[in-house]
């Protein structure tokens, strides 16, 4: 079984850290925000090269930041546009040790250092995005990730404000929550099973087109 886990740990203990190594290790997939890793649970700076115990499983290490002005991530290479390939707030100077690096930045001083990385350990990998990036790219390296770790299905080609859940009922049947996290109404293409809407008690087919009222939501159990 694949797992898959994105987080920001600014502040863990070194227990966590370890689990986090042990989990890629064993064939986990993860994708760390900037600053993970930085402190302790009592927000104690660490004092090693950052980011430090979790270094292990992600190949890479740093002692240089800086707040980036007029910088952008070297050749586009999510494919986001040159307005959507700027960052921002916070950027980490990385240097691999074994990541492949994924982007660099386009700057003169700092153009060697690595911005996003991702690193093969043991069983699973470790990617890290060590500065701000637009929601363009965030949203490249989240759902090249997904795939990579074979997870990406038709939920994930909805976007916000759709959100869909989905579990088995005590019949052994799937169901789908479709929800509208929004004050307008919004027209969604179900691309799931045959199913039945339990609220309005009726038939759903796959590529039905579902009209979803403000804050609205769709059940259905599936056949």
């Keep these: 079984m694949v797992y898959y886990i994105i987080l920001t740990t600014y502040a863990a203990p070194d227990s966590l850290l370890k689990r986090l190594n042990s989990f890629v290790n064993k064939g986990g997939h993860v994708v760390y925000s900037f600053k993970s890793g930085f402190s302790d649970q009592n927000v104690k700076v660490r004092t090693c090269r950052q980011p430090g115990i979790i270094s292990e499983a992600c190949g890479i290490s740093y002692s240089l930041f800086s707040v980036p002005q007029n910088v952008s991530l070297k050749g586009d290479p999510f494919g986001v546009g040159e307005a959507n390939n700027k960052i921002t707030t916070w950027m980490e100077l990385i240097t691999p040790t074994t990541a492949k690096v994924l982007a660099c930045y386009d700057h003169p001083a ?18 890290y995005v060590g500065c701000m990036t637009s929601n363009q790219v965030l949203e490249k390296i989240l ?17 916000f404000p759709v959100i869909t859940k989905d579990g088995l009922n005590d019949l052994g049947k ?7 996290y929004s004050s307008k109404p919004i027209s969604v ?13 009726k038939t759903v087919d796959k590529n039905t087109l579902l009209e979803l009222e403000p804050w609205g939501m769709k059940i259905i159990e599936e056949k």
């Design 174 to 180: 799937r169901v789908r929550y479709i929800f509208n």
């Design 110 to 127: 700092w153009g060697s250092y690595a911005a996003i990385t991702q690193n093969i350990y043991g069983k699973g990998t470790a990617t």
């Design 143 to 159: 759902a090249n990730e997904v795939k990579n770790a074979g997870l990406w299905g038709d939920a994930q080609k909805l976007y």
């Design 189 to 201: 293409k179900y691309t799931f099973g045959n199913g039945h809407e339990l609220l309005l008690n």
